[in-house]
């Protein structure tokens, strides 16, 4: 009974996040780089990487996959919404967002089982979600032109 309602509530605070971080999260060459070397970030050969700055290309990525699937959950969401909105749509449409609803929602749970995943596997990261800081050693480490950028280093 309250999915629906906790939906629409996400989705609003989500535009605002959203927006908050939509310049940070702007896809540049480096995180093309970043991308192909993507073996040498699980294996830990972090030399071989390209300098990022406040967020990866792994990071990029979900927060885009969210902008998508967010939207497109609220809408075929409002779609199959019972007894409010449903009984406007003809079935055929409700049986579309039904499985629009339900594949986007697993492209976005994987999404975020990922990132914890990495989460985990990046030492210090956990610590910096949870926190909201990291060490200036740390930053260094991992996301250098970041680093350069707010110590002018």
Known sequence: MLHP??????????IALAARFWRANAF?????????HIGDELCNRDERLPEVGKYNAGQKYLFWTVVV?????????IVIWQPWFAPYFPVWLLRVAVVV?????????LGIIVHVYAAIWVKGSVRAMTRGTV???WAK??????YREMTGK
């Not at 309602?5 to 989500?14: H, M």
């Not at 540049?28 to 192909?36: G, N």
């Not at 480490?141 to 970041?146: L, V």
Request: hydrophobic residues 60%.
């Open 135 to 137: 060490s200036a050693a």
């Open 28 to 36: 540049v060459p480096a995180d093309r780089v970043w991308m192909k």
């Open 5 to 14: 309602f906790i939906g629409v509530f996400l989705s609003l605070f989500f």
């Open 141 to 146: 480490h991992h996301h250098r032109a970041w």
């Open 101 to 109: 609803h339900a594949l986007t929602a697993w492209i976005m749970i």
């Open 69 to 77: 699937t967010v939207p497109t959950l609220l809408i075929s969401g």
